[in-house]
């Protein structure tokens, strides 16, 4: 085939992948610099990466069940519509490996994934024991494409004036995956460094999704001094607000993904529930902690994390 001139990316979650996979989208676009390249996302994260420079489009995923016919068969006249010569699928599900199929029968796009049928295999047997950015960096090896540069969210802007925040604050993430609640650090603990950063005269700032605004209650309940942002904030913001923090500390969740991303110093607390030779936030100013029991992990010894004075 010539050089693509259609190419679709796929990546539809969740956040912290999102975010892990701005490095391939921007190797994807340096290797196809006159290509059209559309995104297929969720629609949570479509706004956000509507303004990423990788992208000429962003498409969203209503992810149809196969309750859904005509939700598929919708999906799958848009792919096919879409002509596209290349297809990246950075998400290497089996939803996403079926989209594959969808795009059939006759001539499909060259593909890049673990789709039966593709064109770029990553058939490392191996690669579901590999940390997300080296597996997708071997993906896309495969494919023609190196280096890949790690996430690099310079082109993400948004004013957060309106917060009014103090010149020294910090950001506590409590929250995490509602369904495990063994990945999140007792509200407590973080209750009780807040009232550390606020004795240090540094204000700590409570960020959550909206579905987080209890844990950010506790917390303002124990600490009046904290400043409760749970529900208030875009993606964009978060990266911006990152930018301006002296720490943040926070469990395996997304936004600490976004959060070390923009460079923001970062202590990321870990139980027995996940890896993070496999998942954990990059970064210079990382610092990882884990315990088989998050409950087990004191105040102090998370504080002892935080180069701050």
């Known amino acids: 085939m010539s050089r693509p001139r259609r190419i679709l990316v796929i990546k539809l979650g969740a956040l912290g992948d999102i975010v892990q996979a701005m490095g391939p989208a921007a190797a994807i676009r340096r290797h196809h610099p006159g290509a059209e390249i559309v995104l297929l996302t969720s629609r949570p994260y479509a706004d956000f990466l509507a303004a990423a420079p990788y992208f000429d489009a962003v498409w969203v995923d209503e992810r149809p069940g196969l309750r859904k ?10 792919l096919r519509e879409g002509r596209f010569d290349r297809v990246y699928d950075l998400q290497t599900s089996d939803r996403s490996s079926h989209y594959h199929f969808l795009m059939g029968p006759g001539p499909r796009p060259e593909w890049s994934g673990i789709a039966r049928g593709a064109t770029h295999p990553h058939d490392n047997p191996a690669r579901d024991f590999m940390h997300t950015l ?14 890949v540069p790690p996430p690099d969210l310079r082109w993400v802007e948004a004013d957060v004036s309106r917060f009014n925040l103090p010149a020294r604050f910090a950001l506590l993430v409590p929250g995490g995956a509602e369904h495990r609640p063994a990945k999140r650090w007792p509200v407590a603990n973080y209750a009780a460094l807040a009232k550390e950063f606020a004795a240090r005269g540094i204000a700590p700032v409570i960020l959550g999704g909206p579905g987080e605004r209890a844990l950010g209650a506790a917390i303002k309940s124990a600490c009046p001094a904290a400043i409760d942002l749970t529900g208030a904030t875009t993606l964009a913001d978060v990266a911006a607000l990152g930018r301006g923090a ?19 110093p970062l202590t990321v607390l870990y139980s027995a529930d996940s890896d993070p030779a496999l998942t954990a936030p990059r970064g210079a100013r990382v610092t990882v902690v884990q315990r088989p029991r998050l409950a087990d992990l004191t105040m102090a010894e998370v504080a002892a994390t935080l180069a701050i004075g």
């Open 69 to 78: 016919p005509l939700g598929v068969w919708r999906l799958r006249r848009r």
């Open 134 to 147: 080296e597996r997708q960096a071997e993906q896309l090896a495969r494919a023609g494409i190196a280096p």
């Open 246 to 264: 002296a720490w943040a500390i926070g469990n395996d969740t997304g936004p600490m993904h976004l959060l070390a991303a923009v460079g923001t």
